[in-house]
């Protein structure tokens, strides 16, 4: 069955990503004030950095519903996602080329986050951006992620034939775990990779977790929500004192800050799995993150992905890092990542359903 409201939070999840790397604009223009204070601006960096996790989770979960259907094939499967990556990632990469030749990426003076990217394509860098798997070049680094959907998508098989061995709450820990201690150490593939494990853990577990979930609603009132905020608070009120603690018993810095950045992600990946799960059962939330205009963001939220940077770069590099330039290039980022939907993602999402012989839908993009 098609989650509607899991379409609604990728497209949140998107806006959020775009809305994340707009700030890594204004941070250009010194003259900008922000109008909240600096703690609320450092934690919406966080989510933003933190939503492509949700990503990566909820790809998991979608692409292993869909391998639980009957009928489900690997070959016509694998080739029907890749074509369904590929076509919108080169697609992209010949826009991002494009931008740059219109709008040169020389030049200093607009922020670290503009200044940092590099200033032309090399073949190679094509070459790396359009392949992925071994690794992408940062003219375009919203691929970074791409990378380890398409890893994952190869293994997805894999994924479920080990862990359907295991109950569902081992997986989803598993994931967690192992993620957090590949933050820790600062590998990119143990950190990254078992997050889809969680995905596949919530999969197995949806219908029971369903059933779990509307008894929790009705023995706590107020529903999960206060239990979920009153959690996040003691979570944010222990981090400091934790950390005390351990460099008054002799743990060195390096150490405590690798205990310290693999457990911000264990707390950030709980909570992508309480959001996925909120978002899929409450009543409340189902029906805001089904309506029309969560939908229409869930079906333009990969293509929005893929454009926006190039976008806000070339934007910012014509009329300045300001907050004007900034929230026009914003409505541009919609307005072309519609187009880019129905001129490219569409067909190609399209064309990977006809590989497949109409046999089995994917809910949406990934």
Known sequence: MRLASLDGLRGLAAVVVVVGHARLV???????VWPVPAELVEAGSAVGGRAVWLFFVLSGLVLTRLAQRSGFEYGPYLLSRLVRLYLPVAAAVAFT?????????????????????PERFRVTDVVADLTLVSGVSGNLSPLWSLQWEVLFSMLLVLYVT?????PWWCAVAAGVVTSAAGAAIGSALLQYLPMFAIGVGLAFGWERLGSAIARFRRVVSG?????????????????PWATGQLLRAGFTPSVVNALAVGADAVASLLAAVVVTLVVGFDPVL???FSSPPFLWLGTISFSLYLIHEPVLIAAARLAGPVPLTVGVSLLLCLAVAVVFQRVVEGPAHRLSQGLRRGRIGVNGPD
Do not use: E, K, S, Y
């Open 26 to 32: 204004l941070l250009g223009d010194p003259t900008f």
């Open 162 to 166: 080990v862990l359907r061995r295991a």
């Open 223 to 239: 529903g999960p929500a206060t239990a979920i905020a009153v959690a996040a608070l003691a979570a944010a009120a222990c981090q």
């Open 286 to 288: 189902q029906r805001l």
């Open 97 to 117: 080329i494009v931008t740059m030749l219109l709008v040169p990426r020389t030049g200093t003076g607009f922020g670290p986050w503009i200044d940092t990217h």
